[in-house]
């Protein structure tokens, strides 16, 4: 624990802690304001698409990939 010998050196050092805690509210404010713009980007429509279409594509590479490997084949009802 720090001990202080004079008011001065107590007043620099609730300064520096207040101006300290000024620029971390402005860091998670920023933070906040580049995560909503990332959130809004990631739900544009172009996005949602581009992303089902590239799951769809994916699972459907690795459904081939393990058919050929393993050798199951689809059962067909009439």
Request: avoid cysteine; aromatic fraction near 8%; charge should be positive.
């Amino acid at each position: 624990m720090k001990r202080y010998t004079t008011f001065e050196e107590i007043d620099r050092d609730l300064k520096y802690l207040r101006l300290k805690a000024q620029i971390d509210l402005e860091e998670v404010k920023l933070g906040f304001t580049k995560s909503k713009e990332t959130a809004k980007e990631s739900f544009s429509p172009m996005n949602l698409i581009a992303s089902t279409a590239s799951s769809i594509i994916k699972k459907a590479f690795v459904l081939k990939v393990v058919d050929k490997l393993i050798g199951i084949k689809t059962v067909k009802t009439k």
